[in-house]
């Protein structure tokens, strides 16, 4: 096995089993084989032979062409072993619920994962409290208590604290909720507006839009839907957050209406979630598919299917730090199994990444994935029963039979890719040459394709390098191709309508949703903003994060910043 240093140091720092005086106990081939041998236990519930599949998800994960979500990675093996990465809790609008959930949220979080979290059923600010007579302090000031216990947890635990708080357009603290970030760091959370069609429409007809309690039903005033939507533009553009998540697209496809509705995604936006759900999820690293210079279906096929047999043993073996979370998973059985090194894998079949050949290749690539691992959960379901919610799912009016009520999913894969050296998710290259530093130690990263490329082509020289150390980009180097430039196009230098095309390629055939970040240049303008939020809504994403280069971001997920 060769992982890169960079590689190396993160497993080191986050993933190898450890003694009690921090030293690692194991080597990386010693965590995967922990990882898969772990995982294979749950054959033997099924009267399988568990060793066959051990060495079957070995091979998977060994030659770094899948990877589980981290706390998969970290936790397997161990006594509590928690291995989902997204969770979401309810919140009730009573101080027992919503102890109860930082309770539950503080758990979590400990264990690994990260958590979602719809405030909207809080009273807003100032309403009455009728035990106390006093008044309440509303959803954002209960956001805040979640914000502060999650940074003294992290402070013992694995990595930083990761929450999505969501809040409804219609809920009376709207306002607050939307400017939080420009005011307080919130560094815990990534924050999301829950927008309904019905805004939308409002918006789009210039119209009033009510604001209701959620406590008595009434609405309490009325305000233009354009006020709203410009107070959202407005702080996004300045910090990134809030982002926006469309609630109404998200339940057109819940799987599971007859079980509840999704309020909330976990803290990256990729997966949506009922309160008290939870997924595991895992990612084939599409880098690896490359043969001859077209993808390797055959293989992928092969994969897709033994990573989804991954995904639901792990569901049997996970210990839950919550038990009603334990009886909603099992119930659904979420997975969400997607992909990272998709700017990798275009570059090595030679498609710049704004080609509509990209476009085509993402729909083909997921409708595959998404069809493959569709079969392995109805096959699972043969061999070991539908999901036991099944009953009344959208599935089985379809007459599916599924052993799980999702299957796909992106995530961000930030910290996974790094192990498998390879571009994050479905994003394009954010430089071709950075620093990153890792504890005390700085790595430098130079696109090592590039290199490659420009070695046989011959315009590497130190000068060519220590360019492209200074701008991270190709542009205005007159000695590159400009076949290699276009092949190599950065975040920055792809327009916002191209990076919300290939979202809306890849989220065409995803059960879940589709991690994404819209990159913006820093003279990126407000108006540009609004035009692609409402762009993100036409094309039916699920949500939309936007990130001006230059603005200031509270949360990045960046293992750089873990300390
Ligand atoms: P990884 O590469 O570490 O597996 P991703 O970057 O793909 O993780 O993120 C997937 C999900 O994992 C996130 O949406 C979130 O739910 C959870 N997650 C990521 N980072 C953290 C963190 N620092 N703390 C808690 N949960 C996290």
Redesign the pocket.
Known sequence: MIFTDRAKTVLEIRYLLKNEKGEPIENPEQLFQRVSSYIAQAEKIYKKNSFEWEEKFHELISSLRF?????A?MNAGKPKAQLA???VLPIEDSIESIFKTLKDAALI?QS?????FNFSSLRPKGDVVRSTGGVASGPVSFMKIFDKASDII?QGG???????GVLRVDHPDIFEFIRIKRIESLSNFNISVAVTDSFMEALFKNDYFPLINPRTKEVVRKVKAKDIFDEIVESAWETGDPGVIFIDTINRSNPTPHIGQIDST??????PLLPYEACI?G?LNLSKYVKEGKIDFERLEHDVKTATRFLDDAIDVTHYPVPEVEKMHKGNRKIGLGIMGWADCLVELGIPYNHKKALALAEQVMQFISEKSHKASQELAQERGVFPNFKGSVWEKKGIPMRNATTTTI?????????ADCS??IEPYFLLAYKQRILDTEFEIINKYLIEIAQKQGFYSEDFINQLRQKGTLRGMKEVPLRIKRLFKTALEITPEEHIQMQASFQKYTDNAV?KTINLSQRTRKEDVARIFILAYKKGLKGITIFRYGSKRGTL?K?SD?H
Do not use: D, H
């Not at 990877?67 to 706390?71: A, V």
């Not at 690994?112 to 979602?116: K, V």
């Not at 995530?411 to 192990?419: E, K, L, N």
């Open positions: 990877l589980p979500n981290s706390p990675l990465a997204c969770f979080l690994g994962g990260g958590t979602g992290k694995a990595r930083r604290g990761a929450n999505m976990n803290p990256c936006g990729e997966q999820l990612s995530a961000p894969t930030g910290t996974i890719s790094i192990i994050s998710g991690s997920l293992i873990a």
